[in-house]
């Protein structure tokens, strides 16, 4: 069974400052990944996927992805972040092919500040 | 709207009730999943459909759950017998095919007394 791991629970930065979440899976085949990310009140949303191709992938609102096979990583960054980006963020993995059953990391709490 | 709809968005029971849940994927998605999300963790997968057929069913969901998708539309969670760590939110998401963008509806947020 595959796993995900985001290692930053809590993020607090200013605006402006560059932002860059870690998720790392645990997952013995191909994978499909996600970021999710849900603003204060409302739904989770697609943020950016990888099915295949250039590993950079980019996303809405700035956001892009970049996945490194070797180190089982998906990490998310921004360049310059802004307070409306304070959300939630999830990772997610679904394996290729198969069962598609989908595993999330615990989510990543941003703040912002003005 | 078309999105992904929830009913009831809220729901207080007392423990031992029975509750369900009633999920309305986006029209044309053959694929709809089942989650249940506590407080400062992810959505963790508790079943889903393709159309009618119930593919999955996570095996941390107990005999308590169940869910049926007739006619491959609309959805329904039941937890029989509640008890108090069934308090949680409960999401469903719908998605065109495969492995492909899951779209989230608000939750249900159950409180079991």
């Known amino acids: ?114 | 709207d078309t999105g992904v709809s929830q009913d009831p968005r809220h729901k207080i029971t007392k423990r031992g009730q029975n509750v369900t849940f009633r999920c309305d994927p986006i029209s044309e998605h053959n694929r709809l999943y089942w989650y249940r999300q506590t407080l400062g963790q992810g959505p963790e997968f508790l079943t889903y459909f393709q159309n009618e057929a119930q593919l999955e069913k996570s095996r941390l969901l107990s005999d308590r759950f169940s869910a049926e998708r007739p006619k491959g539309s609309f959805s329904t969670l039941e937890i029989q017998r509640t008890e108090q760590g069934d308090s949680a939110m409960y999401l469903c998401a719908s998605s065109p095919q495969g492995p492909e963008t899951q779209y989230f509806g608000p939750g249900t947020r159950l409180l079991v007394l």
């Open chain 1, 1 to 114: 069974a595959q796993s995900v791991s985001q290692h930053n629970h809590h993020v607090i930065l200013s605006e402006a400052a560059s932002l860059e979440l870690g998720c790392n899976y645990s997952y013995g085949g191909t994978v499909n990944l996600f970021w999710y990310v849900q603003y204060p009140g409302q739904h989770l949303q697609l943020l950016l996927k990888y099915f295949s191709g250039d590993p950079l992938v980019k996303g809405i609102k700035g956001f892009e992805a970049e996945f490194i096979k070797s180190k089982f990583s998906f990490n998310l960054r921004k360049p310059s972040v802004q307070w409306s980006d304070t959300a939630e963020y999830f990772c997610a993995v679904i394996p290729s092919g198969g069962s598609y059953i989908p595993t999330f990391g615990r989510g990543t709490s941003l703040i912002v500040h003005p």
